[in-house]
């Protein structure tokens, strides 16, 4: 029996449920049993104050055991599909009436009912048990409702279909709800229509780094030889602000400077080709002199730097897949 998927969810999420693989099922039911009656995580908040701001802070820290990443199977009756699970990832989440990025490891999914189990899709009876399930491992609901169209406007569908969860957040209701473990963020977003639901499950964390800096000597033969140097260096999400952990290869580029007096460079902005082309460029700009101004701020002359943004104008490889687009975000250094 095939399923209508609506647009079904282009952005709802899943959240993080506690269960071992051997003991799922048997939470799951108890969370079923003891949330209705209160019994379960009474000492916790399940619901944020309505018409504050929210503060992360305000969460109680759960105590309870959330087992392995992503945490949880589906209620009974229910399946999974089209699941990814990605080690580092962003996925956008309302809350105080608007859309923001948590960055982390990641895990999304449609659910809909098994045929051979279950006759339709219960949206009520696929609701109530996440939502069960979440406040009794010490979660809280922080919004639910329909995503305001200005913050959808705002960001643009490029970027949503990027960093969306399964859901159709045009269209559908969401609810966000966060766990707070020691040392951890849980982010996790639910919807669902009448023909089946999705959920998401974003647990906040940093990046690990594996590429490895090109040094002062290395940039110094490739601009020799090539006359220019790619360079990835990681800013803020759609800001100009450079992030700590780019900082070893400013330094490496403050020693190229400092070890060859008279090189004189120009620093070029690259972006990828989502969101708008204006504003990819300006974005570009912004960054290029970031660069520029922190190499000017540790003694460089600034008679031996120029910057300048190229937008999306330039790309080294293939907008239309993932590795394309992050090799097409990067920083270039141009031999004058």
């Given at each position: 029996?095939?399923h209508?998927?609506?647009?079904l ?66 209620p ?14 962003r ?40 939502d ?30 990027k ?7 045009w269209?559908?209701?969401?609810k966000t ?13 639910t ?6 639901g ?14 490895s ?15 220019h ?15 700590s952990?780019?900082?070893p290869?400013m ?19 690259h972006?990828?080709n ?35 943004g190229?937008?999306?104008?330039q790309?080294?490889a ?19």
């Open positions: 029996m095939k209508s998927l609506k647009p969810f282009l952005f709802s999420a899943l959240f993080i449920l506690a269960c071992n693989s051997n003991n799922k099922n048997g939470q799951q039911q108890d969370a079923d049993t003891t949330a209705g009656t209160g019994t379960a995580g009474e000492a916790q908040a399940t619901t944020a104050p309505q018409g504050q701001a929210f503060d992360i802070n305000s969460i109680p820290v759960s105590d309870k055991d959330l087992g392995a990443f992503p945490y949880f199977s589906t009974e009756g229910f399946r999974y599909q089209v699941e990814e699970d990605k080690e580092f990832h996925i956008y989440h309302f809350v105080d009436n608007k859309l923001v990025p948590v960055e982390g490891r990641t895990f999304t999914a449609y659910i809909f009912h098994d045929e051979a189990k279950r006759k339709e899709f219960e949206p009520l009876l696929f609701e109530r048990n996440y069960n399930l979440i406040k009794s491992l010490g979660g809280v609901l922080v919004a639910e409702g329909h995503i305001p169209p200005s913050e959808l406007e705002r960001l643009g569908r490029d970027e949503l279909y960093y969306h969860g399964p859901a159709d957040i269209n559908d209701d969401v709800y966060v766990i707070r473990k020691p040392g951890a963020e849980i982010w996790v977003q919807s669902h229509n009448t023909a089946g999705s959920i998401v499950v974003s647990q906040k964390g940093e990046m690990k780094q594996t590429a800096i090109i040094r002062a000597d290395e940039m110094k033969q490739e601009l020799d030889s090539k006359g140097i790619a360079l990835y260096i990681n800013f803020d999400t759609d800001k100009a602000d450079i992030k952990e780019s900082q290869v330094d490496e580029i403050y020693k190229l400077l400092s070890d060859n007096g008279d090189l004189k460079i120009s620093i070029e902005g972006t990828d989502t969101g708008n082309a204006a504003h990819n460029m300006e974005l570009s700009e912004q960054r290029a002199a970031a660069v520029k101004n922190a190499l000017t701020g540790k003694g460089i002359a600034a008679n031996r730097l120029e910057s300048k190229l937008g999306q104008t790309p080294l293939d907008n239309g897949t993932e590795d394309g687009k992050a090799k097409n975000r990067r920083v270039e250094l141009v031999k004058k």
